[in-house]
């Protein structure tokens, strides 16, 4: 069965600190790897996708991708109230079309 | 440029009932997958809908079912409705060429009674 993991948290963090988010995934082939926010209540949006070893910034945000150690990652950089929310990590493994999702680890910045 | 809509929003429904419910996707986009994302988990993958086929199916029994249309919306459709089917439906759209990369509709809200 392939798996994407997360800690559900709650991690809270403090405004302006630096918030880290870890996502495991099983399949050692996976090529495409994703980013999502969800707010309470509403549906996920996307935050970045990462394709290649190494790290990719955008903004606040900077995912790191390391596939040998089969690890993602998301940086966010001085962290405000409003990034309070669920970080999805999903993974799209290899011979297949379908997003396998982590169950998301719940953020809290706190002010 | 328009984003995925879905409807309806909300829907409430008994028991053994059946429902529809429909996605457009974004302007551009010609692959539609739909999920099920229950409180507290990861969306959960349905099904895969491009060039009005089903082209993958994830661990879901036949009471869910699905269409895609020429103008590339789509269709979920769930039969015999149980308490577990309560969630939240969510439609994603994609170009099948270049980026794989999928956006979310806003979601409907299923409660079954």
């Known amino acids: 069965q392939k798996e994407v993991e997360q800690n559900s948290g709650p991690l809270s963090v403090p405004e302006g600190a630096i918030a880290s988010l870890n996502c495991t995934y099983s399949?050692?082939?996976?090529?495409?790897f994703f980013w999502y926010r969800q707010y309470s209540g509403k549906s996920p949006e996307l935050i970045m996708s990462i394709y290649s070893n190494g790290d990719k910034e955008d903004g606040r945000f900077t995912a790191q991708l390391n596939k040998a150690s089969q690890y993602v990652s998301l940086l966010i950089r001085d962290s405000q109230p409003s990034d309070s929310a669920t970080y999805l990590c999903a993974v799209i493994f290899s011979g297949t079309y379908k997003y396998i999702f982590g169950t998301g680890t719940r953020l809290k910045v706190l002010a | 440029d328009a984003g995925v809509t879905q409807s309806p929003t909300h829907l409430i429904k008994t028991r053994g009932q059946q429902v529809t419910l429909r996605c457009s996707p974004k302007?551009?986009?010609?692959?539609v997958s739909w999920y099920q994302q229950a409180l507290g988990q990861g969306p959960q993958f349905i099904f895969q809908y491009y060039e009005e086929e089903e082209r993958q199916r994830g661990n879901f029994p036949d009471r869910f079912s699905g269409h895609q249309f020429p103008n590339y919306s789509s269709e979920l459709n769930v039969n015999a409705l149980l308490l577990g089917d309560s969630a939240l439906y969510l439609c994603?759209?994609?170009?099948?060429?270049?980026?794989?990369?999928?956006?979310f509709g806003p979601g409907t809200r299923l409660t079954v009674l």
């Open positions: 399949d050692r082939v996976s090529q495409s």
């Open positions: 994603a759209s994609r170009r099948d060429y270049g980026t794989d990369t999928q956006y």
């Open positions: 302007s551009g986009h010609d692959t």
